[in-house]
């Protein structure tokens, strides 16, 4: 009867091992695909855009296109808008370079979440988790105070080349937030749910361990699955 107990348990105890894996696994690929999504928030130029205005003529049409951290996009006559900035040498518009760093560096953070994957052949694994927990929590602050600070730096230049005198910090005047906004906002809720199983897989390690592997070098859950 012990023995058919004990059996029970290791059969539990490995299909538990087998689930945790698999959610590390899914944990790993969301890490990278937010990765790439930090990347293409920094540089679209999809912040804001004008909004869909009818125009009944009496004078100049108003201008059309989109503005985000480093470039402003302007719709021409051709199928390609005329872009101007300082995306190739990343030197954001004045007013926005506070939001810029913080982009900046969430997406140091969370790159360097996926860089430390590479640690859970050499390191022990609840550590691992615990360090990108801590790198997606702060990647996850740093993004949410650059959407607070974005539309209260409105009150510039480019903004009102784009959207009209109207302009003022939180009030875009002709303008609407675009996808590139959005989707950092929904980086924010992404980074948060990252980092919480993060948590929760490294504070759960040991018990998703064999016995005789507590005292060892522990090999990733990850990389070993």
Not at 131 to 154: E, H, K, M, N, R
Not at 175 to 188: E, F, K, N, Q, T
């Amino acid at each position: 009867m012990q023995h058919h107990s004990s059996e029970v348990a290791r059969l539990y105890q490995t299909e538990f091992i087998r689930s945790a894996r698999a959610v590390g696994v899914l944990w790993a690929v969301c890490t990278l695909c937010f990765a790439v999504i930090e990347v293409v928030i920094l540089i679209q130029p999809s912040w804001v855009g004008t909004r869909e205005l009818h125009y009944r003529g009496g004078g100049p049409a108003p201008p059309t296109g989109t503005l985000g951290l480093f470039e402003v996009c302007m719709e021409t006559d051709w199928p390609v808008p005329e872009c101007r900035g300082s995306l190739h040498t990343l030197t954001p518009f004045p007013a926005f370079q506070s939001p810029a760093v913080l982009v900046c560096m969430s997406l140091t953070m969370v790159w360097a979440s996926v860089g430390c994957l590479c640690l859970f052949r050499f390191c022990n694994a609840a550590t691992v988790y615990k360090i990108c927990a801590w790198l997606q929590l702060t990647a996850g602050f740093c993004l949410a105070l650059a959407c607070v600070l974005f539309p209260d730096s409105w009150a510039c230049a480019e903004m009102r080349a784009l959207c009209g005198e109207r302009v003022s910090s939180f009030s875009p005047g002709n303008c609407s937030v675009h996808w590139a906004y959005i989707l950092a906002m929904l980086g924010v809720l992404d980074a948060g749910i990252l980092a919480t199983l993060a948590f929760v897989l490294g504070n759960r390690q040991d018990a998703l361990l064999p016995d005789d592997a507590k005292d060892g070098d522990v090999t990733g859950l990850l990389l070993a699955a």
